[in-house]
């Protein structure tokens, strides 16, 4: 979709970081051209270390290769959906570029799901090969799929025998129950080392505006809806990500990946970035403390990706300053970072966190904090190489506002999705005429062109006529020493229309009452925004990722009667 230039002010420019070109050139390509470089120009370079195992750029080329091949045989090709079902790992890596050299489209599925997210996904988009590990309860889903939709071929990755030894024997010890059973004599399931078994045959060569990846939003506030992010996308968007690095070199990187592949923050922002410039990815299956303090000992990564509640965790299981050294860029994106997490990361590790900004439907990364220099804290810093910004009012989504004014966020540029799977109504309701993505977010921006976010128009409350931002109330309560984590949804009242309901987990041991915590707010916020409603729990629900998540709390309290 074109994008109207004329006449758009760009006041980021008069801050932009030195040695980064806003206006550098995104000519549409795809990421099989941009893993097929990697592979020529890195190939004795290490890719990949899972647990202590390695494969070089030049090892894990072949096995795209001839698991493109395995894909083709299955009758994979362009048109067709290809779903991953996998965690962090090489067979994630390999199946991915592999289903995109063969000319299909990736769908990622969350591998928490359970069996009706999961056919729900796989009917909605079509999906009709999926690739699945073979551990209990995530194969044995998967295989319920087969013959009640549009699911036709299981291929089944065997965990262990991505291990180094001997962890792949302690594995196959620990978890035989663990291991799911692949039917014997089903050709409807294949093994994965068959599809590798495939004789070679020619690849069609996508082409940039061909859809890439099937990325379905999270559902936090409805119905999930497949973005349909295209090579050129996604390309583009790899290459803003590492345009605002120019300090990395290629070749010479170590970037942990702990944050899940199936979530399009790590798919581009660590899993493609990697690649595109040489780095060694160094994958965690899962996020558990103990295992990523060892990984960063072990590794020494050089870049860390994280979300707020797990750079929250890493310093609460105690990570050292030694343990954190290596770490010279780390990038906080999913969610919005408060302040006092940001700086108690900074303080132990000695690194920066930067937060950057984005969406699903824009690939995902529209704004970052520059790596050096400075802008206000908790701004989402400055928008990527080629994305355009503008506040525009909540009541009419083509009036732009001007500098101080709050309003909608909305971005332009090569990242924007090219709308959403099946659904032009949803599709013409995200993106204008203009070819600007309405974020959904409301922000502010500032005279140097950095935008502040207030909250989620989703989420703002109206309380007695008057906008009230969970995200300030949140703010607020993490300033308190004993909270962990904190949300803020709105709750029906008979009297003000809706009023702030906050629901908090604190430290172990911790003896803070409700009542403490309004009278700690009472001094940071105002009457209006004071919750009627403080709960204390044990834990929040949360997202695959990590994310506080909303949409649990508030189905609880619409069940509820309102506070009289």
């Known amino acids: 979709m074109d994008t109207v230039l004329s006449g758009a002010a760009r006041p980021w420019l008069r801050a932009y970081p030195a040695g980064i070109a806003w206006d550098m050139p995104l000519p549409p390509t795809t990421l099989v051209e941009i893993f097929e ?5 890195f190939a004795e370079r290490p890719c990949l270390d899972f647990m202590g195992r390695c494969w070089s750029y030049a090892e894990v080329g072949a096995l795209v290769g001839r698991a493109a091949a395995g894909f083709r045989a299955l009758g994979a090709g362009p048109g067709t959906r290809i779903g991953l079902c996998l965690p962090n ?4 890596v390999v199946a991915f570029f592999a289903a995109l050299r063969c000319g299909a489209t990736v769908v990622n599925f969350n591998p928490l799901y359970v069996q009706a997210e999961l056919a729900a996904q796989a009917a909605d988009s079509g999906t009709e090969i999926m690739v699945a590990p073979d551990l209990e309860p995530v194969l044995g889903r998967v295989l319920g799929l087969l013959g009640q939709g549009p699911l036709r071929q299981v291929v089944a990755c065997h965990f262990a025998a991505a291990l180094p030894f001997p962890k792949s024997l302690l594995f196959r010890l620990a978890k035989r129950k663990a291991t799911g059973r692949i039917p014997a004599g089903d050709p409807r399931v294949l093994r994965w080392e068959r599809l590798l078994d495939a004789a070679a045959v020619a690849q069609p060569a996508p082409r940039p505006e061909d859809v890439a990846v099937l990325q379905y939003t999270g559902g936090t506030t409805g119905t999930p809806k497949g973005a349909m992010l295209t090579h050129a996308n996604l390309a583009a968007n790899l290459r803003q990500v590492m345009a605002w690095s120019p300090q990395c070199r290629p070749g010479e990187e170590r970037m942990l990946a702990v944050l899940p592949f199936f979530h399009v923050f790590a798919l581009t922002a660590v899993l493609g970035a990697a690649i595109g410039q040489g780095a060694q990815l160094v994958m965690l299956p899962r996020f558990e403390p103990a295992m990523l303090i060892a990984a960063l000992r072990r590794t020494r990564p050089t870049i860390f990706h994280g979300v707020p509640t797990l750079l929250k ?6 990570a050292t300053a030694a343990d954190l050294a290596s770490v010279k860029i780390c990038i906080s994106g999913g969610a919005p970072l408060p302040l006092e997490i940001k700086h108690a990361f900074e ?16 690939s995902p990364v529209c704004f970052c904090n520059p790596v050096e220099g400075s802008l206000a804290e908790g701004s989402i810093g400055l928008p990527v190489p080629g994305v355009l910004a503008e506040i525009r009012a909540l009541d009419d989504p083509q009036r732009v506002l001007p500098i101080g004014e709050r309003g909608e966020l909305c971005v332009a540029g090569p990242n924007v999705m090219a709308g959403y799977w099946n659904r032009p109504a949803e599709t013409a309701a995200a993106i204008g005429p203009d070819g600007f993505l309405r974020t959904g977010d409301v922000g502010v921006m500032a005279e140097d062109g950095s935008v502040t976010l207030v909250d989620r128009i989703k989420d703002l409350i109206i309380c007695s006529g008057y906008n009230v931002y969970p995200r300030m109330i949140e703010e607020a309560l993490y300033q308190h020493p004993d909270v962990v984590a904190a949300t803020v949804v709105g709750q029906s009242d008979p009297y003000r229309g809706e009023s702030p309901a906050a629901f908090v987990q604190l430290q172990p041991g911790s003896t803070a009452t409700p009542e403490a915590l309004r009278e700690f707010l009472k001094t940071r916020l105002s009457a209006i925004e004071l919750p009627r409603l403080i709960e204390i729990r044990p834990d929040l629900p949360r997202t695959a990722v990590g994310k506080l998540s909303k949409k649990e709390l508030k189905a609880e309290l619409a069940g509820r009667s309102p506070p009289g």
């Open 89 to 92: 790992g090489p067979h994630y």
């Open 37 to 41: 470089g990697a592979v020529a120009r």
């Open 347 to 362: 303080a132990r590790s000695g690194c920066r966190v930067v937060e950057g900004y984005g969406l699903t439907e824009a």
């Open 313 to 318: 965790a890493v310093i609460d299981h105690g």
